[in-house]
Structure formats: C-alpha cells, structure tokens
C-alpha cells in the first residue's frame, strides 16, 4: 500500500510514542497497540515487546473474568454492567472473543453491536477478538491486551470467554475475580465440566431472574449455593465465598449486589496479600506458556517440517516406533534449528 507522505509519520510511531499515547487514554492508539499485540509476526512480536514495556508499570486495573454457556445472556450482563460502572465514574474496558472457525478461521466478532449502548459510551472500550482455535477460551494475547488496558487507566477490565468448558478455566490464570453466568435449570448442562469450572469461580450469578423464569431461577441459584458448600474451602476466599447469587441484566436488577460482592471481594484479597501473589503466580504461569508456544513455533520451520514429515511417514509406514522417532526428532530438533 502506497501511504501518502502526510500519513507516513502516523504510521512510523515508534512503540514509545505509541505507549505515550496509550497512557494518555488515547483509544485509537489503544486499539492500534491490540492489533500490534495480537500480530503473529516475529518483527510485531518484538515490537510489542517494547510497547508493553514502554507503558507505565503502576496502574492497575479490577481484572473481571466472565464465561457462561452460550446464550445465558453474557452480551446482555456485561452491557447492563458496565453501563452501571461507568454511570458511577469508573472505565471499563471490554475484551471480548468470539470463537474462531476451525475450517476457515474466521470469526464473527459481533460483540460491538451486540452491546450497542456500552460501545457508544466515552468511558467504555469494547475490542472483538478472534480466539484463532486457542483453547482456553481467550485469544492467545488477552492476556497482553489486557496490560494495555491497564496502561490506558481503565478501572475494570471484563474478559469474556468464547464459552463454558474444562478449557474456559484458563481465563482465571489472567483475571482477579472470575464469574461463572448460568441460566435457570441450567445445571444438568453443566454436569461434564462442574469441577473445573466451578472450583475456579468466585461469583456464580443465575441471570435472567425475572418473569416466569425467576422463580426457577431461585432454586436454580440455591442448588448451586448448596453445591458450593461441598466445594473444598480455597485459602483466598474469606468466609462467605465463593457465593451464588440472582440477577436481571435486562431489567438491570442485582447488578449492584454484583459489584459490591466483587468489591468486597477483591478488597479482602488485597488486604491478606493473596491479590500480589495470585498476579505474580500468574506472571510465572504466562512465562513458561510463551516459553512452550515459542517451542511450537520452532516446528513450523521448513527444515523442521521435511524432517518431521519424513519421521511420520516411517512411523506410519511400521518402519520406526513412534517413541524411538520422537525421541530422535527431539535430540535432532536443535541442530535444526540453528
């Protein structure tokens, strides 16, 4: 693309000038460092590297994870919640992904006009993100889009999930609190991944409390209150948590008991220390995840890709075992490398 020379300076920002207006809550130069983040490309990646150390490292944001099953109403919840958020003067920061198609790639990325009102509000930030097949229900750098949230000085950061399963759980190696959204008699469509989900939640909210459906959302809310109960009791939760709870995000009704319980929580976290050391556990959990992309990354070499292919076709073939190949692509893979 040909940039015409009055542009050309816009798009040469070094990654410090960058990070300047990032901290300036600039939400072009916040979108434009997402998209740099979430580059693949090995020059974007270092680039990054210098923008996200370039941001000021003493803001912090409330980091809100939220998954739920597909339809419970999680577009409708964060659009309610975070309006009230920012009607109480505080910046809330919105990152949502959408689930990548494992045949094409592509994703919809629907969420901005699912939350029309939260997109056209001055104090809301709302970035679509494509989870390109990762698991774990987050794009591969949320976690990255996040840091540049804080750097922006928002307040909250909501993470939002592709959806609910046993995968979902690794959006609690990036967020504060994380909440479980369910919907009334929802619970047998939970049973397979119970364990994992629920044992990472710190607020399970019944939503769509209202009209027929509340008085089933009520016993819904006390069976899970009851299985809470058996749960083993986690060292960073004071007493009383984790705790279910019911709400109306389309009436707008317990959203503030919502966020006076998240408060509260993360509150008591801070004051017992276990706030600094969940974010440092999680700093060592994203160090040894690069450690094992960047390994992965190394197979998509060329030289690598031949003597990998030519490994599987002897294995294949019965002509090799498959442990004594691997074992021997293994040992091979550094002289590959250089």
Same mark, same amino acid.
Request: proline share 4%; with cysteine.
């Given at each position: 693309?040909?940039?015409?020379?009055?542009?050309?300076?816009?798009?040469?920002?070094?990654?410090?000038?960058?990070?300047?207006?990032?901290?300036?809550?600039?939400?072009?130069?916040?979108?434009?460092?997402?998209? $740099?983040?979430?580059?693949?490309?090995?020059?974007?990646?270092?680039?990054?590297?210098?923008?996200?150390?370039? $941001?000021?490292?003493?803001?912090?944001? $409330?980091?809100?994870?939220?998954?739920?099953?597909?339809?419970?109403?999680?577009?409708?919840? /964060?659009?309610?919640?975070?309006?009230?958020?920012? @009607?109480?003067?505080?910046?809330?920061?919105?990152?949502?992904?959408?689930?990548?198609?494992?045949?094409?790639?592509?994703? /919809?990325?629907?969420?901005?006009?699912?939350?029309?009102?939260?997109?056209?509000?001055?104090? #809301?930030?709302?970035?679509?993100?494509?989870?390109?097949?990762? =698991?774990?229900?987050?794009?591969?750098?949320?976690?990255?889009?996040?840091?540049? %949230?804080?750097?922006?000085?928002?307040?909250?950061?909501?993470?939002?999930?592709?959806?609910? @399963?046993?995968?979902?759980?690794?959006?609690?190696?990036?967020?504060?609190?994380? =909440? =479980?959204? =369910?919907?009334?008699?929802?619970?047998?469509?939970?049973?397979?991944?119970?364990?994992? /989900?629920?044992?990472?939640?710190?607020?399970?909210?019944?939503?769509?409390?209202?009209?027929?459906?509340?008085?089933?959302?009520?016993?819904? %809310?006390?069976?899970?209150?009851?299985?809470?109960?058996?749960?083993?009791?986690?060292?960073?939760?004071?007493?009383?948590?984790?705790?279910?709870?019911?709400?109306?995000?389309?009436?707008? +009704?317990?959203? !503030?008991?919502?966020?006076? #319980?998240?408060?509260?929580?993360?509150?008591?976290?801070?004051?017992?220390?276990?706030?600094?050391?969940?974010?440092?556990? +999680?700093?060592?959990?994203?160090?040894?995840?690069?450690?094992?992309?960047?390994?992965?990354?190394? $197979?998509?070499?060329?030289?690598?890709?031949?003597?990998?292919?030519?490994?599987?076709?002897?294995?294949?073939?019965? !002509?090799?075992?498959?442990?004594?190949? #691997?074992? #021997?692509?293994?040992?091979?893979?550094?002289?590959?490398?250089?």
């Amino acid at each position: 693309m040909d940039i015409p020379p009055a542009h050309r300076k816009r798009y040469a920002m070094s990654e410090q000038d960058l990070a300047k207006r990032i901290a300036a809550k600039d939400r072009r130069a916040l979108a434009r460092g997402i998209t $740099l983040v979430e580059s693949g490309r090995a020059d974007h990646r270092a680039q990054a590297a210098a923008l996200l150390a370039a $941001l000021p490292q003493d803001r912090q944001a $409330l980091r809100i994870g939220l998954s739920g099953t597909p339809g419970v109403g999680k577009s409708t919840f /964060i659009e309610s919640f975070g309006m009230m958020l920012t @009607g109480m003067g505080l910046r809330v920061a919105v990152l949502a992904v959408d689930p990548s198609s494992s045949r094409s790639g592509g994703s /919809i990325l629907g969420d901005k006009t699912r939350m029309d009102r939260l997109s056209r509000d001055p104090n #809301a930030f709302i970035r679509p993100s494509p989870s390109q097949t990762h =698991l774990g229900g987050v794009a591969r750098r949320t976690r990255e889009a996040v840091r540049l %949230c804080e750097g922006a000085g928002f307040d909250v950061v909501l993470i939002e999930t592709v959806g609910v @399963g046993q995968s979902e759980t690794v959006v609690a190696q990036m967020s504060d609190v994380f =909440l =479980l959204l =369910l919907a009334p008699a929802g619970g047998d469509e939970l049973q397979g991944v119970k364990r994992g /989900i629920m044992e990472m939640a710190d607020l399970i909210v019944v939503n769509k409390a209202d009209g027929a459906l509340k008085s089933t959302a009520t016993r819904t %809310c006390a069976d899970y209150a009851g299985a809470l109960r058996l749960l083993r009791k986690r060292e960073q939760d004071p007493d009383g948590y984790p705790k279910a709870m019911m709400v109306s995000a389309a009436e707008e +009704q317990g959203l !503030d008991a919502v966020w006076a #319980a998240l408060s509260e929580l993360s509150d008591w976290r801070r004051a017992q220390g276990f706030w600094d050391k969940t974010r440092a556990d +999680q700093a060592r959990y994203w160090f040894h995840e690069d450690i094992k992309q960047r390994l992965l990354a190394q $197979l998509e070499a060329p030289q690598v890709k031949a003597e990998l292919k030519g490994l599987s076709d002897a294995v294949a073939q019965g !002509d090799k075992d498959p442990s004594a190949a #691997a074992q #021997a692509f293994v040992t091979k893979l550094s002289s590959l490398t250089k």
